[in-house]
């Protein structure tokens, strides 16, 4: 379902080099015998997920439809970026559809919060709030300020069906808390890290409540289950592409840029940045995760990639298939001059400038350009997306030698913060 | 109006050393000498701006002011980016107030055209197309469909009031068009580029059409003019940041982050990474400009930029005052154990946690921190902002030795793309 091509990168190495080591990472991941071992239960997910609360998952979205205008998720990094990349890429970012997503507890930004709260006051409202613990500062915040909303513009009764908890299993203070006040909870498993947990609850509930085909995600998820399951790099693109990253480290690149030619897929690459950064930012290593979306950046950071300074590559991320497209128009008096392409197709013309691009950076500006192209921005192919980035990250991250699911130097501004705070 | 701190970026030379070089940049720059002297139209502009043209503007804006749902703004690059920045900026993400704001003729992307297509079908529009030439492909074909649905939409007379062209003062296909159909014009100034255009008709309408006070801003560019026109480093704050960047660079950061702890504050980055980038990524050299939104951020790049390579600094863009806050709420319960903030204000949590990471990347992490510091998100200081930036990238980029006015690299593509699209 995912085509993988490094045709374009000019690497100065043999992929069958890594063979061995490919098959090493493969085996501990797969084993569990790997740095980071307790965290590697997204491995098997597609198989071993837990069906009943997927049932369940459905079966709340299926009571809640039509009754609300807005679904606020109120969560942060993993309770976040997954969640919003699949509702920006599947529905698109002017979508017809109720309800409209806000992401919120994303932030300290007061204006940030305030607007919301104005704008979500005459309109019907679900919350989704997603923390493991509870305790996160951020969400923690946001989710009293809107609960007490909540409690203002709906009755008791209501609010145990409007505000959905995702969160530990057991324990923590947003357990206990949705626990005593009624709210629905759904699970956030203990080994599978925040920025592998878009196929759990944290990002199929908000998912399938804003109408997305969550059975169809977890079956793109599935069938890359199956296709990536081979460690040889003959056939296993995803660990192509784990490779690839490593040898064009090796030959000077420092930052990876990936690349869309699809507004929204913007966010995929936000939840991308999270996935491939955390992973493997660590002891002094890493790749810096950065972004573009072409044509648009093509006019701001299209010049530098062109001819500045040699320390990136380019990986695209293509779609084959549209969601939407149409023709353009022919127009009889032709003032713009534009007739030359009357009769295409929008997307082909999205093709074409994709093409020019890909040979202007690689060709003429020495840009090595990987290329992933997946079928289409609908659910299946999210769902084996997530997978397919998933194993690749993993592979790449033990290939440079670090531990790809743990985040220490997350917590050092979090305990800075706490003693400002006056947080005891 | 900004303060500019450098004492938490470990440089190891000393500012003063690059005085003379200063000096040099600021008379090349404001005598017209240096490299690129035929697109230095926006140093004295804030005293020069055309007058006439601005309260043409506003009258403009007076007119449709109420007779529109949605302001459709239709560029690309430099025709886009600050008309966003500023409008993000100052209303917000979820400003209350109408217009909706879309951008368009931005991408190729044909979801994105025929979602907002369908989108404003039943809405009051008024679309400002932006393009010097006319022919930037992205924009003239979403023009050339977004006419056809006014003319669909509304009569001839009202055609004529609705839709309004940004563009050359006498030349040029979009010029002949808007002319021809009777479109009212504004102007693009012949030594004004792109990414040094926000505060020309370029941004100033799409601004005050949705509601900014462009008088405001103007007067903000003003006050940076003055304060910013003497070359003399102890004084003039943007000359240190030019500075900075260089020393920075000579220490081995090959990548700048613009840091923001404002959602609304992404697309000035987005801005901000043209500015930077299109005016010093050639030759091979500059520095590769990227951005975060914190502490959304930390929870994705901040392991990254804790741990990972040790490659990039930070430049946080922060803000003195936000436009709304409010007080953290007392909960009698305290389920969530959150009571040790009751009563503080949101902006303080926002400000601590900004406290705790400066000290968590600059100390811990040893990633060396600029900070530019706002007043607050409103009009003038917006327009007090660009001039700095302005002046900033041209005095340090001229001290990289090359010319920050040109980008010969974006020809590239375009030409690989036009022969694929078998224009002749």
Redesign the interface.
Known sequence: MIKFDFQHAHLNENLKDYQEAVTLAHTQLHEKTGAGNDFVGWVDWPLNYDHEELERILATAQSLRGRFDVLLVCG???S??GARAAIEMIR?????DKPEV?FIG???????????E??IQDKDVVLNVISKS??T??T??A???LK?LMENKYPAEECRQRILATTDRARG??K??AD??GYPTFVIPDDIG??FSVLTAVGLLPMALSGIDVRAVMKGFAQAYDDLKNPDLEVNPAYQYAVCRRILEKQGK??EMLVS????MTMVA?WW??LF??S???????????SA?F??D???????????????YETLLLVET?????Q??Y?EAD????N??AG????W??K??C???L???EV??GVPNLIITIPD?KEESFGYMCYFFFKACAVSVYLLGVNPFN????E?????????????
């Open positions: 942060i990094g993993g976040y970026l698109g970012l002017y979508c017809p806000i994303n932030t300290f930004s007061s204006t940030y919060f305030k607007q919301v104005a704008y509870g305790t500062t951020e923690a915040m989710f009293r300020m007490q203070t947003l206990e808390l005593r006040e925040g920025r420092c930052a030619y699809e507004p929204q936000e940045k999270q950064g955390e493997e930012g660590k002891e002094g290593k890493g790749i810096l995760p950065c979306n044509s648009t093509l006019h701001s950071l299209g010049q530098f990639i062109q001819e500045g300074r040699k320390m990136l549209p969601t939407l497209d149409g353009f128009p127009d003032l713009d001059h534009m030359y392409l295409k197709s929008l997307d013309v999205n074409m400038a093409q020019g691009t040979e202007a950076h003429t500006g921005m985040q220490p130097g997350v050092v501004y979090k305990k800075n913060m706490f003693r400002l705070l006056g947080k005891h």
